[in-house]
């Protein structure tokens, strides 16, 4: 059979690079990412953007408040603290800030080409999908999230799979995949928990894959297991220690079980309907803060320029679902192309997943049985890849069905497909079987639609991280905080008029809150929010919460109040104006409207005015 020889590669040295004497493709994809994202790292301005959230909440920590009891991440501590580190060196700047996830893309798209490399042999496809990766990055300030499926499919291949003869440096990888794996806790810890299972599955699987036998291949995983916890736990001590330091390691232990209780729950809810219903998704992943009056989601952190699936319009408001809605499943046959690409990118993966686990699972059990140790291997590429790319699919298919989560999770995912792809075009030359050649033509008839409608529906929208956003460039806006982007001549109206009326009206020391969701324009103006949590919706709302937010209008005085009512989870129901009703009004009662731009209503303090309820 003309296979690759993993034999003879496993005498050589573990390190992802080996195998090659001229890498010609990584230099090409660096250098194309460094002129890729120079050509647009300034473009835009989102101010309902995460980029926001991450430089208020850094702002937050440099001055001292401490994570989770002052003030709520949403993310675990890590997404903010080399952030911090930043600001700590080059002051706080929004440029910075871009620059930094754009090295995080860049690595990310550096990691996947050596991969592909190593798994195929080819050059020319390590290349193109590391020139892929860099083109559609995943939307940006989101960018750890394809970086860590990509770190931990990386780690967990090389420690587990690709060595063919075992040696000393297989350790050290294993205790590498232990700090990828405390490292995405550290960052997301619902997708920690997730690479975890896809762990605990590999290590099941490796007894019957390692040519010394079942008894052995236990030790190796054994072993592998032993490594693994004690590194992902060693790399939680610093954080630890410093939150025992600071007071806030209870808050911070509780986000742990939080999500592993949270888990278990929904767990027994699929297993046990109660009543025959099954679980809602909008309630779904919930993180209470520790504050009895604040309740945020996750799972529901905002998404700007959501896709607006069709759909009947309900009759009233509760037949709307709260949360952003999947296109329906007819938009797969759309007439209008756009939408069409988009229901694709948004549902092939599923039928793609499904071929992929029932065709290199029973390979893998086949040759397990049959003693064919490199075919097991060769199938494991393709089943560890896979996994490691669904630890981004619940967020996106459940949550939030949109171009920005999509394109975060189609990063890992394209390498899962080419993988599979590749060893099922191998198999059918091998062997010339007709089911063989039917199953790995099967599988490029879906997988090579979903890149194609990737590619497209990427690259035309700036929300999926990609050139699109060079549509942007036009006057430069200049503000606060490292503020110099490029924006369309016709928006530059508008940010430079909210700017104005914000220094304006406010000074320093002054709040300034904006609903449901607008971090960047604290961020651009330099003015803080008393709002623990920054975002809010109509589906993250605590039920008292007109109640909870006229109180504090009442006791911190916000000298400007920003209302953005366009429908951040496009429907009716999740207009400001529809399901913050009371709050509203109490705004348009006690506040004088400066300024509205679209949707965007600006409020400011009345003159020798104190609001009263």
């Not at 809810?269 to 996750?298: C, F, M, Q, R």
């Given at each position: 059979?003309?296979?690759?020889?993993?034999?003879?590669?496993?005498k050589?040295?573990?390190?992802?690079?080996?195998?090659?004497?001229?890498?010609?493709?990584?230099?090409v994809?660096?250098?194309?990412?460094?002129?890729?994202?120079?050509?647009?790292?300034?473009?835009?301005?989102?101010?309902?953007?995460?980029?926001?959230?991450?430089?208020?909440?850094?702002?937050?920590?440099?001055?001292?408040?401490r994570?989770?009891?002052?003030?709520?991440?949403?993310?675990?501590?890590?997404?903010?603290?080399?952030?911090?580190?930043?600001?700590?060196?080059?002051?706080?700047?929004?440029?910075?800030?871009?620059?930094?996830?754009?090295?995080?893309?860049t690595?990310?798209?550096?990691?996947?080409?050596?991969?592909?490399?190593?798994?195929?042999?080819?050059?020319?496809?390590?290349?193109?999908t590391?020139?892929?990766?860099?083109?559609?990055?995943?939307?940006?300030?989101?960018?750890?999230?394809?970086?860590?499926?990509?770190?931990?499919?990386?780690?967990?291949?090389?420690?587990?799979?690709?060595?063919?003869?075992?040696?000393?440096?297989?350790?050290?990888?294993?205790?590498?995949?232990?700090?990828?794996?405390?490292?995405?806790?550290?960052?997301?810890?619902?997708?920690?928990?997730?690479?975890?299972?896809?762990?605990?599955i590999?290590?099941?699987?490796?007894?019957?894959?390692?040519?010394?036998?079942?008894?052995?291949?236990?030790?190796?995983?054994?072993?592998?297991?032993f490594?693994?916890?004690?590194?992902?736990?060693?790399?939680?001590?610093?954080?630890?220690?410093?939150?025992?330091?600071?007071?806030?390691?209870?808050?911070?232990?509780?986000?742990?079980?939080?999500?592993?209780?949270?888990?278990?729950?929904?767990?027994?809810?699929?297993?046990?309907?109660?009543?025959?219903?099954?679980?809602?998704?909008?309630?779904?992943?919930?993180?209470?803060s520790?504050?009895?009056?604040?309740?945020?989601?996750?799972?529901?952190?905002?998404?700007?320029?959501?896709?607006?699936?069709?759909?009947?319009?309900?009759?009233?408001?509760?037949?709307?679902?709260?949360?952003?809605?999947r296109?329906?499943?007819?938009?797969?046959?759309?007439?209008?192309?756009?939408?069409?690409?988009f229901?694709?990118?948004?549902?092939?993966?599923?039928?793609?997943?499904?071929?992929?686990?029932?065709?290199?699972?029973?390979?893998?059990?086949?040759?397990?049985?049959?003693?064919?140790?490199?075919?097991?291997?060769?199938?494991?590429?393709?089943?560890?890849?896979?996994?490691?790319?669904?630890?981004?699919?619940?967020?996106?298919?459940?949550?939030?069905?949109?171009?920005?989560?999509?394109?975060?999770?189609?990063?890992?995912?394209?390498?899962?497909?080419?993988?599979?792809?590749?060893?099922?075009?191998?198999?059918?030359?091998?062997?010339?079987?007709?089911?063989?050649?039917?199953?790995?033509?099967?599988?490029?008839?879906?997988?090579?639609?979903?890149?194609?409608?990737?590619?497209?529906?990427?690259?035309?929208?700036?929300?999926?991280?990609?050139?699109?956003?060079?549509k942007?460039?036009?006057?430069?806006?200049?503000?606060?905080?490292?503020?110099?982007?490029?924006?369309?001549?016709?928006?530059?109206?508008?940010?430079?008029?909210?700017?104005?009326?914000?220094?304006?009206?406010?000074?320093?020391?002054?709040?300034?809150?904006?609903?449901?969701?607008?971090?960047?324009v604290?961020?651009?103006?330099?003015?803080?929010?008393?709002?623990?949590?920054?975002?809010?919706?109509?589906?993250?709302?605590?039920?008292?919460?007109?109640?909870?937010?006229?109180?504090?209008?009442?006791?911190?005085?916000?000298?400007?109040?920003?209302?953005?009512?366009?429908?951040?989870?496009?429907?009716?129901?999740?207009?400001?104006?529809?399901?913050?009703?009371?709050?509203?009004?109490?705004?348009?009662?006690?506040?004088?409207l400066?300024?509205?731009?679209?949707?965007?209503?600006?409020?400011?303090?009345?003159?020798?005015?104190?609001?009263?309820?």
């Amino acid at each position: 059979m003309n296979t690759r020889q993993h034999s003879s590669e496993g005498k050589k040295s573990s390190a992802l690079s080996q195998g090659t004497k001229k890498k010609w493709e990584v230099g090409v994809v660096l250098i194309f990412a460094v002129l890729y994202y120079f050509s647009y790292y300034r473009n835009g301005l989102n101010l309902g953007g995460e980029g926001g959230t991450e430089g208020v909440l850094a702002l937050r920590l440099l001055e001292g408040q401490r994570p989770i009891v002052d003030t709520f991440l949403g993310y675990n501590v890590l997404w903010f603290y080399p952030i911090v580190g930043l600001f700590k060196v080059f002051g706080p700047n929004y440029l910075i800030l871009k620059v930094y996830f754009f090295a995080i893309c860049t690595f990310t798209a550096f990691l996947g080409t050596l991969l592909v490399r190593r798994v195929t042999g080819s050059s020319l496809l390590a290349a193109g999908t590391g020139l892929l990766l860099v083109m559609i990055p995943g939307a940006q300030f989101r960018n750890y999230l394809p970086f860590l499926a990509v770190l931990n499919m990386a780690t967990l291949l090389q420690a587990f799979v690709f060595p063919a003869q075992r040696n000393p440096k297989s350790g050290a990888w294993m205790a590498l995949a232990g700090l990828a794996l405390g490292l995405t806790y550290l960052i997301r810890i619902d997708v920690g928990i997730l690479v975890t299972l896809v762990i605990i599955i590999l290590l099941l699987a490796l007894p019957w894959s390692e040519k010394s036998g079942p008894l052995a291949g236990c030790g190796i995983a054994l072993k592998g297991a032993f490594l693994i916890t004690a590194f992902a736990l060693l790399a939680h001590l610093p954080i630890l220690w410093d939150a025992h330091r600071r007071g806030f390691q209870d808050a911070f232990l509780g986000q742990y079980r939080t999500w592993f209780g949270y888990l278990r729950n929904e767990a027994n809810k699929l297993l046990v309907p109660k009543n025959g219903n099954p679980p809602n998704p909008k309630n779904a992943l919930p993180l209470p803060s520790p504050k009895a009056t604040e309740v945020a989601s996750p799972s529901l952190q905002p998404t700007p320029h959501a896709e607006k699936p069709s759909q009947a319009t309900p009759t009233k408001l509760s037949d709307e679902i709260a949360t952003l809605r999947r296109p329906p499943l007819t938009d797969l046959r759309e007439h209008k192309f756009v939408r069409r690409t988009f229901a694709w990118v948004i549902y092939l993966p599923i039928p793609i997943s499904a071929l992929i686990f029932i065709g290199m699972g029973p390979w893998w059990l086949i040759n397990a049985f049959k003693r064919n140790f490199e075919e097991c291997r060769q199938a494991l590429e393709a089943l560890v890849a896979l996994g490691c790319a669904l630890v981004l699919f619940p967020q996106y298919f459940f949550f939030r069905p949109d171009t920005p989560h999509v394109s975060e999770f189609m990063v890992p995912f394209l390498m899962a497909m080419l993988f599979a792809c590749f060893h099922a075009v191998r198999i059918a030359r091998a062997r010339q079987n007709i089911l063989a050649w039917l199953y790995a033509i099967v599988l490029l008839c879906f997988c090579v639609p979903d890149t194609f409608a990737h590619v497209l529906n990427g690259l035309r929208r700036a929300s999926s991280g990609s050139i699109a956003a060079i549509k942007d460039r036009g006057q430069e806006f200049i503000a606060s905080n490292g503020v110099r982007v490029l924006v369309r001549p016709e928006n530059l109206a508008e940010l430079r008029g909210i700017y104005s009326i914000i220094i304006n009206n406010s000074q320093p020391e002054d709040w300034v809150v904006c609903y449901p969701y607008l971090p960047t324009v604290n961020f651009m103006t330099n003015r803080k929010s008393y709002e623990y949590n920054l975002y809010v919706d109509n589906a993250a709302k605590v039920k008292n919460f007109d109640e909870v937010t006229i109180n504090k209008f009442l006791r911190f005085q916000p000298a400007v109040v920003v209302i953005n009512n366009d429908p951040i989870n496009q429907n009716r129901v999740s207009h400001f104006k529809v399901w913050a009703a009371p709050t509203y009004e109490f705004v348009k009662g006690h506040y004088e409207l400066a300024a509205t731009y679209s949707e965007m209503e600006i409020y400011v303090r009345k003159k020798q005015s104190t609001p009263k309820k």
